[in-house]
């Protein structure tokens, strides 16, 4: 059971923006603990996408990019790409816990 | 090049144990926080446990305290998660991960545990 609530799917056309939305409460996101977002190709490990809620790794492209408010955040990927399609996962820390949580995850389908 | 490589996965019957490696290079090992996250089948991401640049401090899921435990070896740029009592609900690729600020930077390519009678 996940303290990080993702919606399942989401999906678009090429070329559109979608956004994956990340929920999460006041012992996590609430708390003021930073944001990040993992890639996760069929078959492959999980990747980098955006750290500390905005920031990119080298090499990750600017359609790429994050946000966060209150207790959610968000990724939004703009110019929808074919290889774009994939399972994406937002993490954070949990003060509950006392450890690390990851999203429920959301599959990208690209139309 | 960062490269993590995971390797000691298997089947085991349920009550067995087993032991992962996780052998790094392409960094500086010893300055590093590591991790163990894992995926069951068909599933989301689960953090499992992590360790700090020493070994002095070490951290777990709820689910697997008292049942693994994880280690490193700096001289051998390795980190090591022992699996013991393992249950059916533990079978998953496991991955070592090296850790950034509370975030997990680098993966290997994961390493499959099957647990079943």
């Known amino acids: 059971q996940s303290v990080l609530t993702q919606p399942p799917s989401v999906s678009g056309a090429p070329g559109q923006r979608v956004t994956i939305s990340c929920t999460g409460r006041?012992?996590?996101?609430?708390?003021?603990?930073?944001i990040h977002w993992y890639q996760q190709l069929p078959g492959t490990a999980p990747k980098l996408l955006i750290f500390d809620n905005i920031n990119r790794p080298s090499g990750v492209p600017d359609r790429f990019s994050g946000s966060k408010s209150g207790t959610s955040a968000s990724l939004a990927i703009s110019g929808l790409q074919a290889e774009d399609e994939a399972e994406y996962y937002c993490q954070s820390f949990d003060s509950s816990l006392g450890g690390y949580v990851f999203g429920t995850g959301t599959q990208v389908t690209v139309l | 090049e960062v490269k993590l490589v995971e390797s000691g996965g298997g089947l085991v019957q349920p009550g067995g144990s087993l032991r992962l490696s996780c052998a790094a290079s392409?960094?500086?090992?010893?300055?590093?926080?590591m991790s163990w996250v894992r995926q069951a089948p068909g599933k989301g991401l689960e953090w499992v446990a992590n360790?700090?640049?020493?070994?002095?401090?070490?951290s777990y899921v709820g689910s697997v305290k008292g049942r693994f435990t994880i280690s490193r070896d700096n001289t051998k740029n390795s980190l090591f998660l022992q699996l013991s009592s393992l249950r059916v609900e533990d079978t998953a690729v496991y991955y070592c991960?090296?850790?950034?600020?509370?975030?997990?930077?680098?993966w290997g390519q994961g390493t499959l545990v099957t647990v079943s009678s």
């Open positions: 360790i700090n640049e020493d070994g002095s401090q070490k």
């Open positions: 991960s090296g850790q950034g600020h509370h975030r997990f930077d680098s």
């Open positions: 006041s012992s996590n996101i609430g708390a003021g603990f930073d």
């Open positions: 392409g960094f500086t090992f010893s300055t590093y926080w």
